[in-house]
């Protein structure tokens, strides 16, 4: 089941259906274009869980596919965005490149973005595009700091006598980009099984909070990076999805609750606190919710 409320910059829910034809509001957070193409974007029309669905924690699939909740349109404008960066690279997608294509196995489908030669006309890349903050694209790159001790040396207080030191980044860090890893190759599975060979796997990622301040704190010095995803093994993708089509869809059957997602599918409860639209229909959810309104 498909969101089926907005909730507006006032914090009141409104069924959308209502939203498009009047607005509740004095004035409307957004033109009507935009809110109908958020409203489409939602739902797909996509009965089985697809390979983006999986990637999620179960749990959160199962809620968003048996209960209603409602979604702020505008933490849905990053996507929108995502699928406008897609049709302005269409019109340019001449030779050898196939795009957006779903292609279906006995698990679950994917749709991805590009195939062919979209880094050199010599190629076989799959390309994904992604819209993501500075913080998530700092840690899918392997960015990190660490203490460079200077000439200078403290005069007083606690650490008289010691030197000083100052941040310098390092790009050789542990690369956080599980979900991407995994989503592209699944998607490399699912075009080899059509006889497409892809010989490399590239994300195209463009920052949507380039220009504030706090990219440059996170070293982000460009709108857009193309970052290199190593191959996974099939036996360990096709393990690693089915377990989780599996389980999500004995409990759809069962209409039983799952258990909660794990500790990095919500992100150490980040998500469940913050970003999970299902939150307020989940037991897990609605505790820590509740223990932060407590603590505050
Ligand atoms: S346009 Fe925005 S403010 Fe108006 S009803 Fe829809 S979501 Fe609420
Ligand atoms: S609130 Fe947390 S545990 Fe519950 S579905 Fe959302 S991410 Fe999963």
């Known amino acids: 089941?498909?969101?089926?409320?907005?909730?507006?910059?006032d914090g009141r829910q409104v069924d959308i259906k209502k939203c498009l034809q009047k607005c509740i509001n004095a004035q409307r957070c957004m033109f009507l274009p935009t809110l109908r193409a958020?409203?489409?974007?939602?739902?797909?029309?996509?009965?089985?869980?697809?390979?983006?669905?999986?990637?999620?924690?179960?749990?959160?699939?199962?809620?968003?596919?048996?209960?209603?909740?409602a979604i702020r349109p505008h933490d849905q404008l990053y996507a929108i965005h995502g699928s406008a960066v897609h049709t302005i690279n269409e019109g340019y997608t001449e030779g050898?490149?196939?795009?957006?294509?779903?292609?279906?196995?006995?698990?679950?489908?994917?749709?991805?973005?590009?195939?062919?030669?979209?880094?050199?006309?010599?190629?076989?890349?799959?390309?994904?595009?992604?819209?993501?903050?500075?913080y998530k694209l700092m840690r899918a790159l392997g960015y990190y700091k660490v203490d460079i001790e200077t000439e200078e040396i403290y005069k007083s207080g606690l650490r008289k006598g010691q030197r000083k030191t100052r941040k310098e980044w390092r790009t050789d860090g542990v690369r956080y980009l599980f979900d991407w890893a995994v989503q592209l190759n699944y998607y490399r599975m699912l075009l080899?099984?059509?006889?497409?060979?892809?010989?490399?796997?590239e994300v195209q990622a463009m920052c949507r909070d380039y220009s504030l301040r706090i990219a440059a704190e996170r070293n982000i010095r460009k709108p857009v990076y193309v970052i290199h995803i190593n191959n996974i093994s099939d036996r360990w993708i096709k393990l690693y999805m089915n377990t989780k089509a599996e389980r999500l869809n004995l409990s759809l059957k069962r209409g039983l609750m799952p258990e909660i997602c794990t500790s990095r599918e919500r992100w150490k409860n980040r998500k469940c606190a913050e970003y999970c639209a299902v939150a307020d229909n989940c037991t897990f959810g609605r505790l820590v919710k509740n223990q932060i309104k407590a603590a505050a």
């Open 1 to 9: 089941m498909p969101a089926t409320k907005f909730i507006c910059p």
């Open 38 to 69: 958020i409203a489409q974007s939602l739902d797909r029309g996509i009965k089985d869980p697809t390979v983006t669905e999986l990637l999620c924690g179960v749990r959160e699939t199962y809620l968003k596919k048996t209960t209603e909740y």
């Open 96 to 134: 050898n490149i196939l795009s957006e294509e779903r292609i279906y196995d006995d698990i679950t489908s994917g749709k991805f973005d590009l195939y062919g030669q979209i880094i050199d006309l010599n190629d076989k890349t799959l390309g994904d595009y992604k819209v993501t903050s500075s």
């Open 192 to 201: 080899e099984n059509k006889g497409f060979k892809v010989e490399r796997m």
